[in-house]
């Protein structure tokens, strides 16, 4: 069975200083990892995805993300969070039979000035 | 570049009404979605579609149907809508596994 995990409800940063958003996974098999980013009353934007490669994958809006397949974890992180960073953040896995996602409980992230 | 519509952003319903959300895609996608959200508990899948008229059950069916008659179209059906089903809903369509999902702007529906 595949799964995700966010331990953190809530994750809390002032502008200019780095941000980590933690994700930790359980899959079978090679992982298919994402990070979707939800503003108020929108749906889900995807943000980035690591399938293969590099460990380090980049992504929309200066956000990065890093595979550590000992960890099996996929941290989202900026170098320097701007307060419109604010919104809920999911990681999820993918690549299921049906091409089914598997999605954490969501991280908000408040950036304040 | 992909487009996810649903029909309706916000919606009131009463108890007891039959209600429709309807969900459509513009990219030719084989697997369609229809996700719950809460906070706290996350996306969690109700249906979804990997073909015209194919529907799989996900993780919480129970008192929603779905219909896929087109594969542009993934509509959810709330049968006798109750209190408890007053929620954010979330459709979303695919190609394929190592591509991201695509979502629509979600329906906000309360049932009183």
């Known amino acids: 069975a595949q799964s995700v995990a966010q331990p953190e409800d809530q994750v809390n940063v002032a502008e200019g200083n780095p941000l980590t958003v933690k994700c930790t996974y359980s899959v079978s098999g090679n992982p298919y990892l994402f990070w979707y980013v939800q503003y108020p009353n929108r749906g889900l934007q995807f943000l980035l995805k690591?399938?293969?490669?590099?460990?380090l994958v980049k992504g929309s809006y200066g956000f990065e993300a890093e595979f550590n397949k000992s960890q099996t974890s996929f941290h989202l992180k900026k170098p320097s969070a701007l307060v419109s960073d604010s919104a809920l953040y999911f990681c999820a896995v993918g690549g299921d039979n049906f091409n089914k996602f598997y999605f954490g409980s969501g991280t908000k992230l408040n950036v304040k000035p | 570049d992909v487009k996810v519509t649903q029909s309706s952003r916000y919606l009131v319903k009463r108890t007891g009404e039959k209600v429709f959300l309807e969900c459509v895609q513009d990219?030719?996608?084989?697997?369609m979605f229809w996700y719950r959200q809460d906070p706290g508990l996350g996306l969690r899948l109700i249906y979804f579609s990997y073909d015209v008229k194919m529907k799989e059950k996900g993780d919480i069916p129970e008192g929603y149907s779905v219909s896929r008659e087109k594969k542009e179209r993934f509509s959810l059906i709330l049968e006798s809508a109750s209190t408890n089903q007053t929620s954010m809903y979330l459709c979303?369509?695919?190609?394929?596994?190592?591509?991201?999902?695509?979502f629509g702007d979600g329906t906000r529906l309360s049932i009183l």
């Open positions: 979303a369509s695919i190609l394929q596994g190592d591509q991201p999902q695509h």
């Open positions: 690591y399938i293969t490669g590099d460990n």
């Open positions: 990219m030719d996608h084989e697997n």
